[in-house]
């Protein structure tokens, strides 16, 4: 079967910088995204990774390492808003249509 | 330009009632999936559709939900009837094409459906 396994909850402190790792084994993998979901609304695209390295977009950015089956999720200066929770999400390349294969996601709380 | 819509945003039906979710995709979208979230468990794919045809629907649970996708444009997901444990949130996402690398989904904020 599919596991993609992410912490459930983490907690840090406005200002600070906090890493989200994703682990994942699946069989055949075609690349891994990351949402942003603010509750109660819409996940909202952060990162796609398909090769190893780090894609970094402003305060977010994002690390893959095929080999390892890892991933992390790093923000930067954090900000209140960025209370949320962060879900990755793995393409299989054996399943065509791009469809996602979700973690749990994790609830990230940013206190003052 | 609108997001993805999603009507409604709650619903609370009885069990064996039958219960009716759309999804407004992107203006242009050919490819839309959905999703279903139940308390505790991750987000899990159901269907997806290429314009108006199937192109897979091997997350659907069982032949009491139905999706249809006529025209091309917008998408119904019905549940009849409609039992205890189909209670979660459904979420439907679109994208442009599927490109086979970083074609990403867009999603909608989802309909809350509680079956009591």
């Known amino acids: 079967g599919q596991n993609i396994d992410q912490p459930t909850e983490m907690t840090a402190t406005e200002g600070a910088i906090v890493q989200i790792n994703c682990t994942y084994q699946t069989s055949g993998f075609n690349g891994l995204f990351w949402y942003q979901q603010h509750a109660g609304e819409a996940p909202t695209f952060l990162s796609y990774?398909?090769?190893?390295g780090l894609e970094e977009k402003g305060r977010f950015s994002s690390f893959l390492s095929r080999s390892k089956g890892y991933s992390y999720l790093l923000l930067k200066e954090l900000q209140m808003k960025d209370s949320a929770s962060y879900l990755c999400a793995v393409i299989l390349r054996w399943r065509a249509g791009n469809m996602l294969t979700f973690g749990g996601g994790t609830r990230l709380m940013v206190k003052p | 330009e609108a997001g993805v819509t999603q009507f409604p945003s709650h619903s609370v039906i009885e069990k064996g009632q039958t219960v009716t979710l759309r999804c407004d995709p992107i203006?242009?979208?050919?490819?839309l999936y959905w999703y279903r979230r139940v308390m505790g468990k991750e987000i899990k794919f159901l269907l997806h559709f290429v314009k108006e045809s199937k192109q897979d629907e091997s997350g659907m649970p069982n032949n009491r939900f139905l999706a249809e996708r006529t025209g091309g444009t917008y998408s119904t997901l019905k549940v009849q009837p409609a039992e205890l444990e189909d209670s979660g949130v459904y979420f439907c996402a679109s994208s442009q094409g599927v490109a086979g690398t970083g074609d990403e989904q867009y999603f909608g904020p989802g309909t809350r459906l509680t079956v009591t």
């Open positions: 990774n398909v090769l190893d």
């Open positions: 203006s242009g979208h050919d490819n």
